[in-house]
């Protein structure tokens, strides 16, 4: 005992009286932690995306009138090639199988590689989403595994909670982060290959890593020692 000479456990003396400042303090305790996080990690990975996001308007902006050519020529292409079937048997050769192929494929690229695209940031877009219900949920539950980790047997819910908070925390930034990869490797593609296979498989890429961020940030905050 302390009276006999014995160690004096001071964590679990004034445990109670930390976790009770927390919960009559609880936003605050929430602000700062959402403080901390925006400006170590939210911040920096959005002026990542804003500065790239600038880079390749500085590049399409410098490329517009070759853009726009080599659209327009296509989209003529594929009119002249329709059109000429409409006019009838007798005033036009029968297009050869190659090029039937190669219209067919054009406007089949062109709408598979608009909707690939749009549903890999779609998919992004719902994760932030997720991430701010999860979010809203756990802040209403905080309080209350605080008050349980008062209690020998819960000892481990107020880590575990927040462990979790952090974990859900991590998925913007892990987002903004496969965002900024994505608009470079975007960029190089625009740069170095017109080629639609590319970006069709840049937008799957990009989709199934927005998918995967759960996984990401789990694995960063269980690599920090987190559980």
Same mark, same amino acid.
């Given at each position: 005992s302390w009276c006999s000479g014995g160690s004096i456990n001071i964590y679990a003396i004034f445990k109670p009286f930390v976790y009770g400042l927390i919960i009559m303090n609880f936003n605050l305790f929430i602000d700062i932690v959402n403080g901390i996080g925006n400006l170590v990690l939210v911040q920096p990975t959005q002026t990542l995306i804003k500065n790239q996001n600038q880079k390749i308007d500085k590049y399409i902006n410098s490329n517009i009138n070759y853009i726009l050519n080599e659209e327009v020529e296509k989209e003529e292409e594929n009119k002249d090639f329709f059109d000429s079937l409409k006019e009838g048997w007798d005033d036009v050769s029968?297009? $050869? $199988?190659?090029? +039937? #192929?190669?219209?067919?494929? &054009? @406007?089949? &690229? @062109? #709408?598979? &590689?608009? +909707?690939?695209g749009a549903l890999g940031y779609l998919v992004g877009y719902i994760i932030v989403t997720i991430s701010f219900i999860l979010r809203l949920i756990l802040y209403v539950l905080g309080p209350f595994a605080i008050a349980l980790s008062i209690l020998p047997n819960f000892s481990n819910v107020f880590t575990n909670w927040l462990s979790r908070y952090i974990t859900i925390f991590l998925y913007i930034p892990c987002v903004n982060i496969i965002t900024y990869i994505g608009s470079a490797l975007l960029l190089d593609t625009f740069r170095d290959s017109s080629n639609a296979d590319d970006y069709l498989?840049? $937008?799957?890429v990009l989709a199934v890593s927005y998918i995967c961020v759960p996984s990401i940030a789990s694995f960063v905050t269980g690599s920090a020692g987190a559980s």
């Open positions: 029968f297009p $050869s $199988s190659e090029d +039937i #192929g190669k219209a067919i494929m &054009n @406007y089949f &690229n @062109y #709408g598979v &590689n608009k +909707i690939v498989a840049f $937008s799957l």
